[in-house]
């Protein structure tokens, strides 16, 4: 396991929360998010925390809770701050820029396990042309 992950498992009572996000993950995290320029003119709310934010989302996504129902108690901003956050973050390509962060540095420690790993047609192109597969089991009349 590569420190800093926030994947080890603590046996202690003080073990963190599967929705906090440890300092090594966030300092890989925080330079892919946006930055969002306070207007001068009118600034309105000041923005919550990224950070808490994340939290946030990782909470409802833990837990299966509906967004408006996250509790306000926690700190993480409403349930509705969290998802337009998570909308933004996803329509600027942060999760991608992060996965391919991710697979570079466990490619480069050596730690990836191609051998469990599964192919989903959805996600390959079917070649035209290939070998006969033989009688459809759903149309008798085609191969």
Same mark, same amino acid.
């Given at each position: 396991?590569l ?6 498992v603590?046996?202690t009572k003080?073990?963190r929360?599967?929705w906090e996000?440890?300092?090594?993950l966030?300092?890989?995290?925080e330079p892919?998010l946006p930055?969002?320029e ?13 950070r808490? =934010?994340l939290?946030?989302? #990782?909470?409802?996504?833990y837990?299966?809770?509906?967004w408006?129902f996250l @509790?306000?108690e926690? $700190?993480?901003g409403?349930g509705?701050?969290c ?10 390509g942060v999760?991608?820029?992060?996965h391919?962060?991710?697979l570079?540095?466990?490619r480069?420690a ?6 469990r790993a599964? =192919?989903?047609?959805?996600? #390959?192109?079917?070649m035209r042309?290939g070998?006969?597969?033989g009688?459809s @089991?759903?149309?008798? $009349?085609?191969?």
């Amino acid at each position: 396991m590569l420190p800093g992950w926030g994947c080890e498992v603590a046996e202690t009572k003080s073990a963190r929360k599967p929705w906090e996000v440890e300092d090594g993950l966030w300092e890989r995290i925080e330079p892919l998010l946006p930055v969002v320029e306070r207007r001068y003119r009118h600034p309105g709310r000041k923005r919550l925390d990224d950070r808490r =934010v994340l939290c946030g989302i #990782l909470f409802v996504l833990y837990t299966g809770i509906p967004w408006r129902f996250l @509790p306000q108690e926690l $700190g993480f901003g409403s349930g509705m701050t969290c998802w337009r956050r998570l909308r933004d973050w996803n329509e600027a390509g942060v999760w991608q820029h992060l996965h391919e962060l991710l697979l570079a540095e466990l490619r480069a420690a050596d730690m990836l396990d191609f051998s469990r790993a599964a =192919v989903d047609s959805s996600h #390959l192109r079917a070649m035209r042309g290939g070998p006969a597969t033989g009688p459809s @089991p759903v149309d008798r $009349g085609k191969t």
